[in-house]
């Protein structure tokens, strides 16, 4: 088999949000199409991937390097053993040909959005859901398709005042979630606190608020809210500080003795690697949030889960960034912890199949296909729409 064509497109995903770091009014993401020779019910087998939110489109990238590697390697050197499949590594091997190691961004978002395309594309030609496929060659072949997930939210709104804050969350309750997340850093401490209140005066019993910082805080602020925070039993305290700034995130250990999170902004196996080495994080209680969109895709994931067994990290321990159905499938089929979830945001690329519903903070993934965009109508629109 071979690919035939690889198309791409950015498009906006804005809205009038804010975290501590950036305002998302002009945010964009790239969605890409491979189409294969392999043909059933008289149409080409297509499988597609975009990038998560907070790192824009990549089409310069795609066009420049990435998809012309793929397009000019001979179609033997991409496929799996029995010549019916792409083999995702050495597709992988191939993108990532005559790249320096290091400095990894931008093209790692680049390469992670092709790659979710393959993987889409390999499991409907094996015509599995990819959790099946996953758990069948890296997993113990029984996939669990019941995954924990929470509803992030929380952005400053131009002009949202509590009670709309409450409100927020309370829908998010409503709609079966038990975790809600909300952004800090981007008002005072006293202000962030009396924000964190509101929302802890809607919450009931069994139900937990984790906070997000985006990485805006120095080590003094760190600390200050560290100290705050502790008083809450929040679900997590999430990326205190810059994402690269593994002493801030050890030193924080001494100051807050609850879960914490963060790795999203964490690029590859190698810069994950450093956060476990150098970063102080627990294994009994933090959260390590590397999404795979982002960075390198599921070949670079999987490198990465390798490296966290090896330091003695369990797979339960991650919960990813950006809420899209390539994750679910990870969590699925590899034993994560769970996904994210914008239950308003980032839409339509974001949430789940049509009809799956959250309860009491888990949803079960249907038996789809590949990662089961089909199953999600407003985004296949869009997918169609692509690839003609
Ligand atoms: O606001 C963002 O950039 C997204 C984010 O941090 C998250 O979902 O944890
Ligand atoms: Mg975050």
């Given at each position: 088999?071979?690919i ?24 964009t993401?790239?969605?890409v ?12 087998v ?12 990549q ?19 991409l ?11 050495k ?5 990532f ?5 290091g ?40 996939p ?12 400053y ?7 709309q ?13 038990t ?5 800090i850093?981007?008002a005072?401490?006293?202000?962030d606190?009396r ?9 009931q ?6 906070v997000?910082?985006?990485g805006?805080?120095d080590l003094?602020t ?11 039993d ?5 990326e ?34 450093n956060?476990?080495?150098y970063?102080g994080l ?8 590397f ?5 390198y895709?599921?070949v ?36 994560l ?12 690329f ?6 799956v519903k959250?309860?009491n ?12 965009f ?10 169609q729409?692509?690839a003609?």
């Amino acid at each position: 088999m071979r690919i035939v064509d690889i198309r791409e497109v950015t498009l906006p995903i804005s809205s009038p949000i804010r975290n501590a770091y950036i305002d998302f009014s002009k945010m964009t993401l790239s969605l890409v199409a491979i189409v294969s020779d392999v043909i059933r019910d008289g149409k080409p087998v297509v499988g597609y991937g975009f990038n998560s939110n907070g790192r824009y489109g990549q089409g310069s990238l795609m066009r420049e390097r990435f998809i012309p590697r793929l397009l000019e390697a001979s179609p033997e050197s991409l496929q799996d053993s029995t010549g019916n499949n792409l083999c995702p590594h050495k597709c992988w091997a191939t993108m990532f040909s005559n790249e320096k190691p290091g400095g990894h961004g931008e093209r790692s978002v680049a390469i992670g959005t092709l790659d979710m395309a393959i993987w889409d594309l390999v499991a409907k030609i094996e015509g599995v859901p990819l959790f099946q496929l996953l758990a069948d060659r890296y997993g113990n072949g029984k996939p669990d398709p019941k995954i924990f997930v929470y509803a992030a939210g929380g952005y400053y709104y131009p002009g949202q005042n509590h009670n709309q804050l409450k409100d927020e969350m309370r829908s998010y309750i409503d709609r079966g979630y038990t975790v809600v997340k909300k952004k800090i850093g981007g008002a005072s401490l006293d202000e962030d606190l009396r924000r964190i209140d509101s929302i802890l005066s809607v919450l009931q019993d069994g139900q937990k608020l984790a906070v997000d910082a985006n990485g805006r805080f120095d080590l003094d602020t760190a600390i200050q809210y560290a100290k705050a925070l502790s008083q809450y039993d929040l679900f997590w305290f999430e990326e205190p500080g810059d994402p690269l700034d593994f002493e801030l995130q050890a030193t924080l250990r001494g100051y807050y003795s609850k879960p914490m999170a963060t790795g999203e902004d964490l690029f590859s196996m190698q810069d994950a690697r450093n956060l476990i080495r150098y970063g102080g994080l627990r294994p009994d209680r933090d959260w390590l949030q590397f999404d795979c969109a982002l960075s390198y895709g599921l070949v670079e994931y999987l490198r990465t889960l390798d490296m966290l067994k090896e330091h003695g990290w369990s797979a339960k321990r991650c919960i990813p960034h950006g809420g899209h159905q390539m994750s679910l499938n990870i969590a699925a089929g590899l034993e994560l912890g769970g996904n994210e979830s914008y239950p308003d945001l980032f839409q339509p690329f974001g949430g789940f199949p049509d009809g799956v519903k959250v309860d009491n903070g888990f949803i079960t993934l249907p038996e789809l296909p590949g990662i089961g965009f089909e199953g999600k109508s407003d985004l296949f629109a869009q997918m169609q729409k692509l690839a003609g």
